[in-house]
């Protein structure tokens, strides 16, 4: 049996997802502090993409699953930048108090907000090379 391992970009992308997932548990209130206020739930949207990351993370560093999970991967980062307009154009930051990070609107200085938007555009390259990339799954 023949080993077809991962591609390097295949599995830094797998990395940064899949850690970004954890990260979605770990630490839930800080991505709960940047879903925009018209989402009803911050908690389902947190538990919801940081589900949807880990497993898609995960699923770069398999051949079997690796097609799949660069579209899925695509389909999310597309699915989540509304938030990331909201933020840029609400001056959305999340803020420490009382040991728990909340929303904080309209105190965000500097670029950081809108310089995520446009480095979407990256991101999203290189997610859909690796979906044009990987092998039709068996």
Do not use: C, Y
Request: hydrophobic fraction near 55%; charged fraction near 15%.
């Amino acid at each position: 049996m023949r080993m077809n391992p991962a591609p390097p970009s295949a599995i830094a992308a797998g990395i940064v997802f899949a850690g970004a997932g954890v990260a979605h548990f770990a630490k839930p209130d800080f991505f709960e502090a940047i879903v925009p206020d018209w989402f009803p739930s911050a908690a389902l949207a947190n538990r919801a993409s940081g589900a949807a990351e880990l497993l898609l993370g995960i699923g770069m560093f398999n051949a079997a699953t690796r097609k799949i999970s660069a579209l899925g991967l695509v389909v999310l980062t597309i699915a989540v930048f509304p938030a990331n307009i909201d933020a840029a154009i609400n001056k959305v930051e999340p803020k420490l108090v009382d040991g728990r990070f909340t929303r904080s609107v309209g105190t965000a200085a500097g670029p950081a907000n809108w310089i995520r938007l446009p480095v979407q555009l990256p991101v999203l390259w290189w997610l859909w090379r690796e979906f044009r990339n990987a092998a039709p799954a068996a």
